[in-house]
């Protein structure tokens, strides 16, 4: 499997990346998308994956960091147009912290979901999209179902809702993705939300360097190594043959994102 989305741009993997894709491997884990949080974190996203072959990255802006201005969306542009970008986003919006402002993460979700469809028509650059949605379904979705994209292109990464907001994600007709998360103790709601998905629309992802799943909780910064520990947890947890739903999530990995695991 492959980690479908980690931030090897952060401070936490500087000098260690090598290290850090080399114990994953070990651990079953191939692969990994490096997820961009502003215009610019997009450039050095794309850097790493031209450096490793097993490495990809998306193109977008994180609702956390919306009012960083400027945003230069010509670097998103630029990033999308390689092959080693497989995906626009984060993007989306977050109500659990007050900054932001809301109206500041809305106007910059609008703007860049309006760039996107005009990079989609000029370059056809049309890569899916990973959404940051905490607190927030109530406020996104009808966001979403305004933007001129199916929602089969959607993921909403990193779920930590409950079972209405996952009806709400799976009636809207999204992909759904967990980190470990959902192994805590105190993530009974996320766990039984969790339950509620569909096999063939779920992926698994680590959000490191945040989220270690159990029994590695303790450890900082989470690795791509351990997102094959919330795949066996989500498996035991739903009650699935642990192949069976290890090849399921590959699949819906290599349907999504286009990246294949030889």
Known sequence: MIDTHCHL??????????????????????GAITISTTTEDALHALAIAEDYDNVWCSAGVHPLYSDRAPHHWENLRKVARSDRCVAWGELGLDNHYDKPPKEIQRAVLEEELEFIYSCWMADDTNKPIILHCRDAFQDLVPVLRAAPFIPANYVFHCFTGDTEDMKLLLDFGAQVS????????NSKAIQEAAKLAPLDRIMVETDAPF?????????????????IDTARFLAELRGEDWDDFHNAINDNTERFFGIRLD
């Open 178 to 185: 967990f980190t470990g998360a959902v192994t805590f103790n």
């Open 9 to 30: 741009t952060f401070p936490d993997y500087e000098g260690r990346i090598d290290q850090t894709l080399a114990d994953a491997k070990a651990a079953g884990v191939l």
């Open 211 to 227: 989220l270690t799943p159990e029994p590695h909780r303790k450890i900082r910064p989470n690795e791509p190594q351990y997102a």
